[in-house]
């Protein structure tokens, strides 16, 4: 079983800075990518930032030059820096985890419960 816990979500005005965690845990054989993705109320789900165990990384251009993810392999964690905020950042944040699990062939795709973030004008 694998868990992915977020945290670091809340309600920041415009300009302001939030950092995201994502802890993945259980029996994980080894994680090819985590990333960020978010959804506000009434679109869908788009992808935020992705970066792969030797430090890939990917944005979405509405985030580029602003947010920042990176990760700690020891403990499998994930972060997104999230700096000058818009309110158009405003949704829920979801982490995702591309991993290999023991006792299990293939790769799979692991999704946390997501965290709020609320970017006021």
């Known amino acids: 079983q694998v868990q992915l816990v977020e945290s670091g979500g809340g309600l920041v005005q415009a300009g302001g800075s939030l950092r995201l965690s994502c802890a993945a845990s259980?029996?994980?054989?080894?994680?090819?990518?985590m990333g960020w993705y978010r959804q506000a109320p009434g679109k869908q789900r788009e992808l935020v930032a992705t970066i792969t165990s030797i430090g890939s990384t990917n944005y979405a251009d509405s985030v580029k030059g602003r947010f920042t993810i990176s990760r700690n392999n020891a403990n499998n964690t994930v972060y997104l820096q999230m700096n000058s905020l818009k309110p158009e950042d405003t949704g829920a944040y979801y982490c995702?985890?591309?991993?290999?699990?023991?006792?299990?062939?293939?790769?799979?795709?692991?999704w946390g419960q997501g965290t709020q973030v609320t970017v006021s004008s």
């Open positions: 259980g029996t994980i054989f080894s994680i090819n990518v």
């Open positions: 995702n985890a591309k991993l290999r699990r023991y006792y299990a062939s293939g790769l799979s795709d692991t």
